[in-house]
């Protein structure tokens, strides 16, 4: 029986291909075991491709394809969109998705992006790599899965950009009489404390010192805060 208060985690963009990136599962392996220390209740899925693996260890769930050369670089919509709809089948309303090589120290991250979307009456929250007129950052996503489904199309996906381009192509043509901000809230990786994990590195240096090791460094933010919300 599913608990009521159970966390539903998708680590996503994740490939291996061939053995000489093998030395991405001992990260892959650290960030599942931080949820998993962290969260009671959390149902974690992994969706990624490459050589067949059989060392990532601590998720309830991996779909592991074969690779997919045209999804790299591309945001791997059809292994998103795999993981997805098996949480949905699972019964998942909102979800989590982050990069499977990151995550977020914040010890109520599940709950902080519930409130935001409660209080701002949106559907999705999104961070860095976001602007909100030509891109949706795809990196890290929280939102109503049947909304994050109805955008994650592989079928409609660019073969010639980003995912984040991809990604706010199908919502403007899914919700064409919707203001990006009608259903996007935004915050920053700081707010967020969403960390980039280049190497295994103890959870409490982590914690302490997230400062060191935030997305940022690796990806500007193309907004702000202060910009989404009209603030400057």
């Not at 208060?5 to 998708?10: A, H, I, R, T, V």
């Not at 963009?13 to 599942?32: A, D, P, Q, Y």
Request: with cysteine; aromatic share 12%.
């Amino acid at each position: 029986m599913i608990s009521l208060d159970m966390k539903y985690l998708l680590l996503s963009h994740c490939f291996i291909r061939n053995t000489n990136e093998l030395g991405k599962i001992k990260i892959f392996n650290s960030v599942i075991q931080y949820f998993r220390s962290n969260y009671k209740d959390i149902f974690i899925v992994v969706t990624g491709h490459g050589i067949p693996v059989d060392g990532i260890i601590g998720a309830d769930h991996i779909i592991w394809l074969d690779l997919i050369e045209s999804e790299l670089g591309k945001g791997h919509p059809i292994c998103v969109k795999r993981g997805l709809s098996y949480l949905k089948k699972h019964g998942a309303l909102n979800i989590l998705k982050m990069r499977l090589d990151s995550l977020s120290v914040r010890d109520d991250i599940f709950e902080y992006c519930s409130d935001v979307l409660r209080k701002e009456n949106t559907l999705c929250l999104v961070t860095a790599q976001t602007d909100v007129d030509t891109r949706i950052g795809d990196l890290f996503l929280y939102g109503d899965i049947n909304f994050l489904l109805s955008i994650w199309t592989p079928e409609t996906w660019g073969t010639d950009t980003d995912g984040c381009f991809s990604l706010m192509k199908n919502f403007k043509n899914r919700y064409t009489d919707k203001n990006f901000k009608e259903v996007f809230s935004y915050r920053d990786v700081c707010t967020l404390r969403w960390l980039l994990i280049q190497n295994v590195i103890p959870h409490d240096e982590l914690k302490d010192n997230y400062g060191n090791y935030l997305w940022d460094n690796f990806h500007e933010s193309l907004i702000t805060e202060e910009y989404y919300y009209d603030k400057r």
